[in-house]
């Protein structure tokens, strides 16, 4: 399985950028997905997660209404539109795989939670 983000780039604050995730080896249906991103020496911070059962889409408070999630399920991938963005955005973001989806809901806001991960793509926000 390889998933492969992009999207990435340098923006200034208030525009938008949108990050793809195209994975082979595995659809992204029927299997639960999810966008983190981290800071330089942290550990990577949730921002969103599609559950497969059920078929919600669950957020990290500090990012809802701004971050939204999609995905073409004909191209295998999914999308992460970014609006509204400001310069603490500013990070390498990461797209995951939890295949099959044993995770439990809870596990799904945790980096652990899931199996896959792409290389990541550096979003820049100017201020």
């Known amino acids: 399985v390889q998933l492969q983000a992009s999207g990435g780039g340098l923006v200034q604050a208030g525009g938008s950028l949108r990050l793809s995730c195209a994975a082979s080896?595995?659809?992204?249906?029927?299997?639960?997905m999810g966008w983190f991103r981290q800071y330089p020496g942290k550990e990577r911070e949730f921002l969103v997660f599609?559950?497969?059962?059920?078929?919600?889409?669950y957020y990290a408070d500090s990012v809802k209404g701004r971050l939204t999630l999609s995905r073409d399920n004909a191209k295998n991938t999914v999308y992460l539109q970014m609006d509204s963005l400001k310069p603490e955005d500013t990070a390498v973001y990461y797209c995951?795989?939890?295949?099959?989806?044993?995770?439990?809901?809870?596990?799904?806001?945790?980096?652990?939670?899931?199996?896959?991960w792409g290389q990541g793509t550096q979003v820049t926000v100017s201020s």
């Open positions: 995951a795989l939890d295949t099959p989806p044993l995770t439990i809901p809870s596990g799904l806001y945790s980096a652990r939670g899931y199996d896959y």
């Open positions: 599609f559950r497969w059962n059920g078929g919600r889409t």
């Open positions: 080896g595995r659809a992204f249906s029927g299997n639960n």
